[in-house]
């Protein structure tokens, strides 16, 4: 009889275990979703705000520093999230890096092609785009920004080194 009862408590106990770590997975998918959206609309009202502007060089690298900085506290949260995971013994196959990693950040997407760079340029009004993309726009007699519709200063194109690494690296770890 002690035996019975031995066996159906610890029953009870490790399904009193495993609803609780459901219920922990299921509070941090959500709140990764959250961190998610909070990262993507920073990144959509920056662009917004960017096409918006009609202002000087300054105004649009402003915007652009801003845009990045907005992308870097998603990931700050994201990084946060999966060390809440680890900490908290999280393992039932949910992982918050890999289910970030299977989409591209948004500013790894070229605004023309909508496709991921692979030669990311920074153009004059300091954002960046894939070269092929731009150069083509340029050759079809366009002389404005794609992003912010004014007037290019100049046609130089720099490449984004910084960039290229970090979507090489991505690019990478999800093939």
Known sequence: MQLYEDEVRQRKETEEM?????????????????ACSVGQNFMRLYEEEARRRKGTEEELSKVAAEKDAASSVCSEILLLLQSYTRRHGISSGFSVEES???QPPSYFICPISQEVMREPRVAADGFTYEAESLREWLDNGHETSPMTNLRLAHNNLVPNHALR?????W???NS
Do not use: H, P, Y
């Open 18 to 34: 495993g609803k609780r770590r459901r219920e922990e997975l299921e509070k941090v998918k959500k709140e990764k979703e959250e």
């Open 171 to 173: 690019l990478q770890r």
């Open 165 to 169: 690494s970090a979507i090489q690296e």
């Open 100 to 102: 970030v990693t299977r």
